[in-house]
Every structure is written in structure tokens, then in C-alpha cells.
């Protein structure tokens, strides 16, 4: 990690280009970049004196927070049915511990195998994991952050199963070769007991009867072995391989199930053959016959009540004939059958009893079942088995997530508003029994501020959720797909060959929270534009089309006479409008698609709920055969009524109040005379002219070719003979071309720049600033960001009063201000003249639809964002821009550089951001190398670089933003959501926010059994296991069969007591644990090289005997 302490960097030099129209970047150095002050030290000095930054590296360190979400392809499942805490392990060597809300722990092993088992060892606070390495890892859980304290590891046989007596210190490892051994939970240390069973083929379960152990293995065979006298007391064979066996806790009958779908009940009397035998699923057969086989039960599990009959619960063993049936888990009670279907397979289950004792009446309460992408609780006290309403965040891969937004300290009435529209669309018939896990504690601690997170998915849907301190909760769902129709059989051909995926995946969102304005970008190339209404309404949606395609072929070189340019916008609107209309649009007949939208806006009215309310829909449309590009920028601003997006085509503008087009128009267009390439922008073929109110409208040209510096988190090609937009998966081809695409991009040549003239739109920023040099006011502006590093700024005429806002146009025209960057621009900002955040305007939100329809209501209310009202402090303001590869700031009016900063030369950012921390400002980046960073502002100095996280696909890239009070997210697998913190103050406060996984708890007593029954139902109460076990008795095990591996579980510990004796000892044990697993290893290479000589030795002999006989 890098820290940067210095006040400024090279503060006396200036960059080598003009200040003027962009700055030059100098500097190259590999991926740390540098700082660069800008422009002429008599234009700029005053704004850097002005200018107090608070900001060091101190306030800055990466830290990860939390993981929310379903843990990705889970493996191994437990409980501990007295701290009533659950554990999930996954394939990834992930392990995620849940308890009540706000109780969610996750840890991972270093390795990063699969996890196996799990077992707690139960109300200990600590967890034993195996993993398919074949180590056991013992976790401590007395700490917020869990750690590993001893690890075992296997050298000569595979784990296959686990077992822990409730209230025993000795782990039963039952393994692949038939063997069990037996561990030392608390030294972690193999004792030198074993059962050898070499002729079975794989230990399935293991399970205690004191003093004995019930065994069972996968080729049909059960042992009951007698731990003291070391044999077998009770063999039990059956022809059908076992795959779990369960036991009564009285200890005189187990049951077993098998891979033909039966159920075989055991009676230790007569262990000769099962004397039950039952196929729940199979058919009878009319001649009296065995029932038909079925699919094997995985698992079973036999749980007794004391006033009911016994549960007989199993996954697996339905009928063959039935293939495409859902899993299931099937719920015997007494002759009620009843099978519950599930929408994803069975990983495993597990039922939760009252109590922790096995030879106690169980009573089972409820059932855990984890499924490959939920998780489900089962409530077993009534008859109807409901299930319970899952408090935890574990549906946020309902559908696949495709963008992700975070916002921090919001409005404080937001989240209580978004809770009540969205509790009304729960879903009913849930338990009405409080969530059974319900272990750990957890409290709000030090930090109160709202958070929401937007996750946008690829099935149309929007969900809001409440991230406050570190939880998350969904909060309200929106479906974006209901404001179009439902594409019928055969329909959804002209979105099939655009777009492989969801033709409803939401590709970006904007949102802004004062003014409730809620805007979201489709992968069909559509905008829907939401307002925010507490009352339900029956509507028609308003849509427009736009036009935003361009040809290549058949180029016509204008005259210089002719060359388009910036159209007038009091011109433009009627043309636009009568053409872009949703009921004007020209349609082309044959089989070339032109002026056809990819989805149908719904034409009838529409019922909609409270929440967001779709206020208008604009549509790209295709054009002569080619259908519209994927929008790559949004932007909206509520005070103004417009919303922005372009594409790798061009920019379009909407006044959303009006629902008219106010731009549409080709990126090279919006240079006019600025371009600093000098490019040509190029005519449409003559034949390609539109007639449209009796006007020849001529469309923007541009050219087709394809474009990979396109910022879109969803990847657009349009290579000549292909038609589909995807989700790219492999990151690699695409940050090739996106580097490829920089260095042609960056080329002087003109003739280069004219062969990759294809300029996406990347940013859009609508913000109250200086347009021109001249300028001495702030003014309405939309800054627009290219592929090429450009930097466009329009400015735009609004209305003079609020009253003629509805009739009067609004007007787009250009500066003329140009400036550069390298890369692709990411994002703007603009801070005030003493260096503070200046926000767009908005307007305060009001319902739409509410009932009481007085003047006040309906005259907007807007707050204006401006600089300081102050002559002497609101003449001039900074702008932030980042791009790719560099960030720039600027001093308006004047348009001079002040600081240039090379982030990166071998890599490109994938998000910036400009955040507030500490009551202060900087800029945050996320790069494509993995490494995070922030800036101050407005000086660019480093504060922070710390390579974080390599970028392995599109997901992290595509989800990963920043937010302020120093708080990022990202998707970390399809399923979870990663959150993480810059904020050393947050990173030194993280232990009071975490939630404790271990309470202290008392123990449940034992039940009586009386006299009798312990006198006659069983001995082995007082049986002493560390006389069999103990290293005294049973010898040291073989080191070479397992390696001790000491943890890091105890480093708090350990830290606490660096300096005095305990941790003196502590690591002296180590040491000497250290020395003698190598001595021991020694001995061991020593005893097999002696063997290896005799060997020899004998084989020598035999040769030599033989000799004689070979001469003769």
C-alpha cells in the first residue's frame, strides 16, 4: 500500500501545453502517475491560495465491511442449536456465519477449497470446517472477525465425513480408504487410535452410541463398533449402496437410506436384516411384488417427539417416471406424507430440535434446507409446514444483477417512504413464528447516516434497499418491464438479433434522491424517465422515438459550403418532434427494419401502484437495417426537466416536462467549428433523406465501425455481419481493445482519427457553470464526455420564470469550449471557489398525483446549487474531470489547467468518482489493474494506492462504484454483493459496527431419565474416552498421516500479549511444535531409507546367490 504525505508535488513547475483549451499531460510514469500544475502561475495562483485542503494519506485505508447476498455455490451446512447460529461453507473455501439481522460473518479459507463439512462444536463459539484439501481447520468465533486456530492436514487419505459429539473434545474423521481417526479438538492433534476397515470402499457417516460407534459405508455395510474392546459388536449388510444413516436417540434402532430410493428401519437385536423396508415414492406393483425403484435419498434424518409420532424427513427419492419434476424434501409424520417441491436442488438440510442431547425426545421445530441459489426454513409446528419469511438479504440474485448504484448520507425520509410503497407488495402465508436463527448481537453503533443501494437486474426489475450501518434490507421493487407489452410466441425477433440476453436488462441507472427523479437506461436501447407518487393511478404512458443512426457506405465528401451545422434549436423541435413522435414515425416496408423501436410501449392506459411511476419512455429506433447502438451515458436533472444519453452514434436531449426532443444529433455535429482534428463531418447517402410536416430532413451522418473505448457496462459491438449486443464475461479481449482503441484514439494523424471516427458519448454532467471564457455568471450547462477524450459543453436557454416552463421551448446551442483528456471520459464535478462540492440543481419533490391541487402544490419549488452569491467569492469555480487515464482540473471561467494527474499509463479506470469524506472532497478511482485511489481536490495530490483487487470479469468492473463518507461496493460473484470502506476512521470503528457471533449462553440441562432407564437402557454414561484416546493409551499417530498446522485464530490474543511472557510462551510452543513435527519427519525418512537399504541388501543376496548358476 502507498501513502502519500506530501502537501504538493512539483508545486513550482508547469505542464509543457496550453492552459487554454485543455492542458497537456505530462508525465508517464508506469502506473503511478503523476501531478502536473497547469497554466501560468499569474492566472492561477489566487484559486490555489483560496483553496484550504484538510485531506492527508491518514484519513485514508482499504478495508472490507461486509458481504451481503446468497452464498455463492453452497456445499456443507450446520447449526449450533444452542448459540442458534448457522454456518454456510461453498465451494470457493468461503464460509458465511448468520445469525438474528445484522448478525452476517464472512470469512474464507486461504486456500480456497471447497468446504466440505461443518461442524460447531456447540455452544464452544468455535466451528470445525473440512475442506476438500482434506484439512480440518478449526475457527475461533469468539471474535467479530473469525480466525483460524489449528489446521490439520491429511497426507495419505481423503476426508469423506466428519462427526462431534455434542459435549466431546474427540472429532470422528472418517475417510475414503474405510478408516476412521480420531482428533484432539482441543490440541488439534491426531490420536493414535484408529479403526482400520481397508476392504470398504468410503466412509459415509459416522454417529456416537456410548460407548459405541454406529458406522456406516457406502457399499451397504453398517458396523456398530465397541470404542473400549476395539471390534465390532454388530455387522449389518444390505444389497443397495447407503448414502446416510440416522439414529433413534434411544440407541436401540437407525434407519438408513439407500441409492434405490428405500428406507430401512435396524433393530440392534436382530441386525440379520432391516425389519422395515419402505419406498415412500414408489408405485406398488399389482402382484404383490417390491415396489418399483426410485432415485436415491441423499439424506435422511429421524427425529422423535414425545407426544407425537416420530418425523421421517429426506431429500431425493422421487419416482424415475417423473423427470422433470423439481427437487424435493419429503416430510413423513406418522402416515401424513407430505412433499414439499423446491425451485433450485438440495445441497443439504438439517432440522433444528429443542434440544442438543441425541438420546433425548428431539422435538424438531422447524427444518433448514439449502438450496443451490436460497436458502428455507421450514416450520414444522403446523400442519400445513409454512415457511418462514427470510429476514436476510439473500434474494438479490432473483435476477442476475447488471448494475449497481450507492448512495450515502440521503434524505432521512427517504428509506421509511420506500419501505411503506414497497411493503404492500409482500407476499402473504408466511410463519407466523419469529425466524428461528436468531443467534448473536448486533447494534446500530457510531454511524447513523442513510444508505440505499440501487441494484438494477437483468429481467427489468429495480430493487431499493437500505444499506445503513452495514445491513442491508430490500426496501421496495420496480419493475421496469411493465410499461412495455408482453412479447408474444414469434414476436421478440427484432430484439432477438440485437440482444442475446433479457431484453429488459437494465444497463444504467440515475437517480436523484432530493427531487425522487428515478431514471433507468435498458439494454434495448430505451430511457425510461419515473416520478415518485404516494398515490395509485390509472394512465397512459408518453413515449417518444428517437432517431440516432448513421451510415457508412456510399459516403458523399460535402462542399465546404454545405458542411452541417449546430442546428437551431427553435428550428429543430418541430421537425424532431413531429419525426421522433411515437405516433409520426416513418415506416419502411419490405424486409429492411427502419424507425422501429425494439420493444412496444404499452398504448392503453395503465394501472400503476405508489412508487415510481413512468412518466415518459424514449425509444432509439432501427435505421435502414441497423438497429440502434446501446446507450453508454445518462444524466437527468430535475430543476432543468431534461434528461441526456448518447451512445457510440451520437447525444440526444429531452425535455421530459414537455416530452419533446430537444437534440439528436451526431457526436462529430456537436464540434461545429471546434473540432480540434479538423474532421469532416460526413453527409448521409443522398437517397437517405426523410420527408417529415413537409421539411427534407436530413439525417446526421456518421460512420459504422466499430468502437471499443465505449464506457457502457455492457460492451457494444457492431462488426460488419453481426447484429447482438452481449454481456461480455472475459475481461481480458476487452481491456485489449480498449487499450488498442486508446492508442488510435490519441494519434495525431488526422487520417487515423478518421478511420476510428466512431465517438461514443461516455459522460454527461448537467451543472450550473461558466460555458465560455468570457463569461461572468453561471449558466444552465450540459457537459458532454467522448471516447477521444473530449470535452463538449452546451449551454442551455431555459425559460425565464417557472410559469412559462410548460409552453415556452427550451434551447440547446454550443460554447465552442473544447477540452482534452486522454481516454475516455469517466466523470465531472465542479467544486466552488474555496474548493467545496457544488451540486447540480433540483427540484423538491412533490407528489404528482396528490390530491390537493392549490397553486402551492403545483408551483415548483427548485434549489440552485450555485457558488457563492458574493462578487468578490463566486467569480470563478473549478472543474473536476477525470478520464481513463487522467484527471484534469480547470478554473472557470477562464478554462486554464491548474493540476493535470497521469493516473495510470499501463492500465485505464474502470469508475471514478468525486466523494466526500471528513467534511472534505476528493476524487476516487477504481483501475482496471486492481488498484484504488483517491485524490485531493483540487490540487490531485495521491493520498492513497493500494492494489486492492484484480479485475478476473466484467461483473466487478461493470458493479463496482464509490459513495461518499468513504464506502464503495461491488458484485463479488453473481450472488453477493461486497461492500468495502477508504475510511481509516471507518476501518478503526468497523469492530463496533460488526455483529458478535458467540453469546455467552447457559447449557440446557439434561433431561432426567430415572433410575430405572439408566440402570437397564443403556451404560457408557461415565465412559472416559481420554483413557482410550489418550496418548498415554493409544500411542502418538503416524506424523506423516496428518500435518499440524498452528493458525492465526488467537492473533488478538496474541497481539495483546506481545510483549509480556504469555506471548513469549505462545510462541515458544510454536516453535517447539515446529521442531518436533520436523524431527519427527526425519525419524520417519530415516525408518523408510533403512527399510529401502534392506531391501537392497536382500535383493543383492538373491542376485548373488544366482550368479553361480548364470556362469555355469
Known amino acids: 500500500m502507498k501513502k502519500f504525505n506530501f502537501r504538493k508535488v512539483l508545486d513550482g513547475l508547469t505542464a509543457s501545453s496550453p492552459g487554454g483549451s485543455g492542458g497537456g499531460g505530462g508525465g508517464s510514469g508506469a502506473g503511478g502517475g503523476s501531478v502536473h500544475p497547469a497554466g501560468t502561475a499569474g492566472a492561477a495562483g489566487t484559486p490555489r491560495e483560496e483553496v484550504q485542503e484538510t485531506l492527508t494519506s491518514d484519513y485514508f485505508q482499504i478495508c472490507k465491511t461486509v458481504r ?37 460473518c464472512y470469512c474464507q479459507h486461504e486456500s480456497g477449497a471447497a468446504v466440505l463439512q461443518l461442524q460447531f462444536l456447540i455452544n464452544e463459539g468455535a466451528l470445525v470446517s473440512a475442506s476438500a484439501d482434506d484439512t480440518l481447520h478449526l475457527w475461533n468465533l469468539r471474535q467479530k472477525r473469525p480466525a483460524i486456530l489449528h489446521s490439520l492436514k491429511f497426507n495419505r487419505e481423503r476426508i469423506t465425513y466428519c462427526h462431534l459429539p455434542f459435549q466431546s473434545k474427540w472429532l470422528y474423521v472418517g475417510t475414503e480408504r474405510g478408516n476412521t481417526h480420531i482428533v484432539n479438538i482441543e490440541s488439534f492433534i491426531l490420536s493414535g487410535y484408529v479403526i482400520m476397515w481397508n476392504k ?229 402465508g408466511y410463519s407466523n413464528k419469529e425466524w428461528p436463527i436468531s443467534g448473536g448481537a448486533w447494534n446500530l453503533g457510531a454511524q447513523t447516516y442513510p444508505e440505499i443501494i440501487i441494484t438494477g437486474h437483468a429481467d427489468g426489475s429495480v430493487k431499493f434497499w437500505d444499506a445503513s450501518a452495514i445491513t442491508l434490507q430490500m426496501l421496495y421493487k420496480l419493475k421496469t418491464s411493465k410499461v412495455f407489452e408482453k412479447q408474444k410466441l414469434g414476436e421478440g425477433k427484432a430484439t432477438a438479433e440485437i440482444v442475446e440476453e433479457d431484453p429488459f436488462a437494465v444497463q444504467m441507472m440515475y437517480w436523484c434522491p432530493e427531487s425522487r427523479i428515478f431514471c433507468v437506461a435498458g439494454v434495448s436501447a430505451y430511457v425510461v424517465v ?125 425535455d421530459f416536462m414537455q416530452k419533446t426532443v430537444l437534440l439528436s444529433m451526431g457526436t462529430l455535429d456537436l464540434y461545429g467549428s471546434s473540432d480540434p482534428y479538423q474532421r469532416q463531418p460526413r453527409s448521409p447517402r443522398k437517397s437517405k433523406q426523410f420527408a417529415a410536416d413537409g421539411m427534407l430532413f436530413s439525417l446526421t451522418p456518421f460512420s459504422l465501425l466499430i468502437i471499443n473505448n465505449c464506457l457502457s457496462p455492457f460492451s457494444v459491438f457492431s462488426v460488419k455481419g453481426s447484429r447482438k449486443l452481449s454481456l461480455p464475461t472475459d475481461l481480458k479481449t476487452d481491456l485489449e481493445n480498449r487499450e488498442n482503441s486508446f492508442s488510435r484514439s490519441r494519434s495525431s494523424s488526422v487520417s487515423s482519427i478518421d478511420r476510428d471516427s466512431k465517438e461514443a458519448i461516455t459522460a454527461l454532467y448537467f451543472m450550473e457553470s461558466f460555458a465560455r471564457k468570457n463569461d461572468s455568471a453561471v449558466s444552465p450547462c450540459l457537459w458532454v464526455g467522448t471516447g477521444l477524450g473530449m470535452v463538449l459543453i452546451l449551454s442551455l436557454n431555459l425559460p425565464a420564470s417557472d410559469d412559462l416552463r410548460q409552453s415556452e421551448p427550451v434551447m440547446v446551442s454550443p460554447s465552442g469550449t473544447v477540452l482534452t483528456l486522454k481516454g475516455a471520459v469517466l466523470t465531472f464535478a ?186 437397564f437402557g443403556g451404560s457408557g454414561q461415565a465412559f472416559d474416552r481420554e483413557e482410550l484416546f489418550g496418548e498415554a493409551t493409544a500411542g502418538k499417530a503416524s506424523r506423516s498421516l496428518a500435518q499440524h498446522i498452528p493458525g492465526s485464530g488467537g492473533i488478538e490474543g496474541m497481539r495483546g500479549a506481545a510483549g509480556g511472557v504469555i506471548g513469549d510462551l505462545t510462541r515458544a510452543r510454536i516453535a517447539l511444535d515446529e521442531r518436533g513435527q520436523k524431527l519427527g519427519e526425519l525419524d520417519e525418512r530415516t525408518a523408510s531409507m533403512m527399510a529401502s537399504a534392506e531391501a537392497f541388501s536382500k535383493h543383492a543376496h538373491e542376485v548373488r546367490a544366482l550368479a553361480p548358476h548364470t556362469q555355469n
Not at 74 to 83: E, R, S, W
Not at 914 to 932: D, K, P, Q, R, Y
Not at 998 to 1003: K, S
Open 530 to 654: 419515473y416520478r415518485f407518487s404516494k398515490h395509485e393511478v390509472n394512465t397512459e404512458i408518453a413515449s417518444l422515438e428517437v432517431r440516432l443512426q448513421y451510415e457508412v457506405e456510399d459516403i458523399i465528401t460535402p462542399e465546404p459550403e454545405i458542411i452541417p451545422q449546430f442546428p437551431d434549436a427553435s428550428s429543430q423541435i418541430p421537425s424532431l418532434k413531429s419525426l421522433s413522435g411515437s405516433t409520426n414515425t416513418v415506416a419502411c416496408e419490405g424486409m429492411m427494419k427502419d424507425s422501429i423501436p425494439c420493444l412496444s410501449v404499452k398504448t392503453r392506459p395503465v394501472r400503476m401502484p405508489p412508487g415510481y411511476q413512468a412518466d415518459l419512455v424514449i425509444q432509439l429506433v432501427w435505421v435502414d437495417g441497423e438497429p440502434p447502438q446501446q446507450i453508454t451515458s445518462l444524466a437527468v436533472n430535475s430543476a432543468y426537466g431534461l434528461v441526456a444519453f448518447g451512445n457510440c452514434n451520437g447525444l440526444a436531449v429531452v
Open 68 to 104: 451481503h447476498g446468497f452464498p455463492y455455490l453452497p456445499t456443507a451446512l450446520a447449526f449450533d442449536p444452542v448459540q442458534k447460529i448457522l454456518a454456510i461453507g461453498t465451494r470457493t473455501g468461503a464460509i458465511r456465519i448468520l445469525g438474528r439481522p445484522g448478525v452476517d
Open 200 to 428: 470398504a470402499i468410503e466412509l459415509i457417516i459416522v454417529f456416537v452410541s456410548l460407548p459405541q460407534l454406529l458406522i456406516g459405508y457406502e457399499n451397504g455395510t453398517v458396523v456398530l463398533w465397541d470404542l473400549r474392546s476395539k471390534r465390532a459388536d454388530l455387522r449389518a449388510y444390505y444389497d443397495e449402496a447407503i448414502h446416510s444413516v440416522a439414529w433413534h436417540h434411544e440407541g436401540k434402532q437407525f434407519m438408513c437410506s439407500h441409492s434405490d430410493g428405500s428406507l430401512t428401519l435396524w433393530n440392534l437385536k436382530s441386525p440379520n436384516r432391516p425389519f422395515q423396508t419402505t419406498i415412500p415414492h414408489g408405485k406398488i406393483q399389482r402382484d404383490g411384488k417390491k415396489p418399483e425403484s426410485c432415485k436415491p435419498i441423499l439424506k435422511v434424518e429421524y427425529k422423535t417427539c414425545k407426544n407425537s409420532e416420530p418425523f421421517v424427513i429426506f431429500s431425493g427419492g422421487l419416482s424415475y417416471d417423473k423427470a422433470c419434476r423439481r427437487p424435493s424434501l419429503t416430510i413423513m409424520h406418522g402416515k401424513a406424507i407430505t412433499v414439499l417441491e423446491m425451485d433450485h436442488p438440495i445441497v443439504d438440510f438439517l432440522t433444528l430440535c429443542e434440544t442438543p442431547y441425541p438420546n433425548e425426545f428431539q422435538e424438531p421445530y422447524a427444518v433448514v434446507v439449502l438450496l443451490e441459489k436460497d436458502l428455507i426454513v421450514v416450520d414444522l409446528t403446523q400442519s400445513n409446514f409454512p415457511i418462514f419469511e427470510n429476514p436476510y438479504p439473500i434474494d438479490i440474485h432473483e435476477s442476475p444483477v447488471t448494475c449497481t448504484e450507492y448512495f450515502a448520507d440521503c434524505p432521512p425520509d427517504l428509506i421509511p417512504v420506500l419501505y411503506s410503497v414497497g411493503a404492500k407488495h409482500k407476499k402473504q
Open 830 to 1015: 465542479c467544486l466552488d471557489c474555496v474548493g467545496t462540492l457544488t451540486h447540480p440543481p433540483y427540484e423538491v419533490w412533490r407528489d404528482p398525483h396528490s390530491a390537493d391541487d392549490g397553486e402551492k402544490t403545483r408551483k415548483r419549488k427548485l434549489v440552485m446549487h450555485s457558488p457563492s452569491s458574493s462578487q468578490d467569492m463566486g467569480d470563478h469555480q473549478f472543474a473536476v474531470i477525470c478520464s481513463e487515464k487522467q484527471a484534469k482540473v480547470f478554473s472557470l471561467p477562464s478554462q486554464t489547467c491548474l493540476y493535470v494527474h497521469n493516473i495510470t499509463e499501463t492500465s485505464f479506470l474502470l469508475r471514478a468518482d468525486v466523494v466526500t469524506l471528513c467534511n472534505s472532497v476528493c476524487l476516487a478511482c477504481f483501475c482496471a489493474n486492481g488498484h484504488i485511489m483517491t485524490l485531493s481536490l483540487p490540487s490531485l495530490r495521491p493520498l492513497l494506492d493500494i492494489n486492492y483487487l484484480p479485475v478476473t470479469d466484467m461483473r466487478i468492473a461493470r458493479t463496482f462504484c464509490f459513495t461518499n463518507e468513504g464506502q464503495a461496493l461491488y458484485l463479488s460473484s453473481p450472488t453477493e454483493i461486497q461492500r468495502l470502506t477508504y475510511s481509516q476512521e471507518m476501518c478503526d470503528n468497523l469492530q463496533d459496527m460488526l455483529g458478535d457471533l458467540f453469546t455467552p449462553v447457559e447449557t440446557p440441562e439434561a433431561q432426567n431419565r430415572g433410575f430405572l432407564k439408566g440402570l
